[in-house]
Each structure stands twice: as structure tokens, then as C-alpha cells.
């Protein structure tokens, strides 16, 4: 059974700093890409990160690029999403997903069959 859990969330001023972490257990072997997604209040769900499960490749989106970074330890099943210069607009529930498929950008939520409970980030003005 797959089982992803999110932790590293909370409370942060303008401008600080959080590294949230993704334990993953129960992995398929074919898991191609694990990502992040946020879901702010009164907001659909967005692509925020991903990265290629074994060749390392990193996709972010716009409002990611330059502040946050991602990575991974294959080893250890474990992805990590470091977010710098936060904004109030990045006050979200943030996901830990995982998918089996190939497609590029790796965007698209319902292309994740795996999913996390959610951390919460709030950014305080």
C-alpha cells in the first residue's frame, strides 16, 4: 500500500523559509515522477514542482521558479520541497503526489494516482 506523508508546514512571516519533506513507503517500481501541489482557500488545486523519480529532472511553475527548490533521496523514498521568500500567496495545504505516466509537463493532477494528506503553509503578511 502506497503512503505518502507530508511534514515541515506551518507558520511563516513574509519572506521566511520552510522545508517541507514527503516520506513515501510502498512505492510501485514504475513511479516515474513525484511532485508537489498546492491548494489554497477557495482555490482549485495547482502544480507548484516535480521531479523525475530517477533521472532528477525538475519542473516548477512560474510563481515557484527562482524561490523554491526540490529534490529527492531515491534511497531514503523521501522528496523534499525547499520554498524561500514566501509570500501570502503561498498560504496553502501543500500535497505530496506521485504518478506512473510520462507526460510532459508534469502538471496535470489527475495524472497522480498517489496523493498525501497535506501539510499546511501560512504566510503571514
Sequence with gaps: QVQLVES?????????????SCAASGLPDDVYTMG??????????????AIMWIAGGTYYAESAKGRFIISRDNAK??????????????????YCAARQNWNIPPADPDDYAYWGQGTQVTVSS
Excluded: C
Aim: glycine share 16%; charged share 20%.
Design 8 to 20: 515541515g508546514g506551518g507558520l511563516v512571516q513574509t519572506g521566511g523559509s520552510l522545508k517541507l
Design 36 to 49: 508537489w501541489f498546492r491548494q489554497g482557500p477557495g482555490k482549485e488545486r495547482e502544480f507548484v514542482s
Design 77 to 94: 523514498n523521501t522528496l523534499w520541497l525547499k520554498m524561500n521568500s514566501l509570500k501570502p500567496a503561498d498560504t496553502a495545504v501543500y
